[in-house]
């Protein structure tokens, strides 16, 4: 496995996103909601670097394991967590919070769940890490970091709250 962000990288990534949906919106609500797991996570942590600059943030969490189209071959018992949301998104103008964007299949799956809750006004996208190689027509706002990868390589976050370090490798396909 080769790692490509240590703990120092992944913290810049962050403070890179919260930069950009600052610049986006210099004033107002931000709403971000974090698609589990992980995704939540650097969404909690957006959220504190966008505290830290005096922004009014709300955070939610969007738990999509029903909403896969890949549920078949995780498991016949999904590990549901659950969403949270303690606010109305109706007219909400939502951004979207995960670690990888890939596929495109996930953040899918995100928008069935989350339209679920209501109907926001827009919904943008924040991705730590996109890879590219996406299947459907999916493209983020917000981006921490760019990686380049071959389609068969795995992506490996790793974050502090969840895993206990900020890693990110990757593992070549062989």
């Excluded at 995704?39 to 600059?53: C, F, K, T, W």
């Excluded at 999916?138 to 071959?150: A, D, N, Q, S």
Aim: no cysteine.
């Amino acid at each position: 496995m080769n790692q490509v962000l240590n703990q120092s990288a992944i913290s810049a990534a962050i403070s890179r996103l919260a930069d950009q949906i600052l610049a986006n919106r210099p004033e107002g609500l931000i709403d971000l909601i974090g698609i589990r797991s992980r995704g939540d996570e650097v969404a909690e942590r957006v959220a504190d670097s966008l505290r830290e600059r005096g922004a009014e943030v709300r955070l939610g969490v969007l738990d999509i394991s029903l909403y896969r189209d890949d549920l078949a071959h995780l498991s016949s018992n999904p590990n549901l967590q659950g969403s949270e949301i303690p606010f109305a998104i109706d007219e909400s103008r939502i951004i979207l919070v995960d670690d990888v964007l890939f596929t495109g299949r996930t953040i899918r799956a995100a928008f069935d769940a989350l339209f679920d809750y209501g109907r926001p006004r827009s919904v943008e996208l924040a991705i730590l890490i996109d890879r590219g190689h996406r299947e459907l027509p999916i493209f983020p706002h917000y981006v921490g970091e760019t990686l380049e990868t071959e389609r068969l390589d795995h992506v490996i976050v790793n974050l502090l709250k969840t895993d206990g370090v900020d890693v990110v490798e990757i593992k070549k396909h062989s």
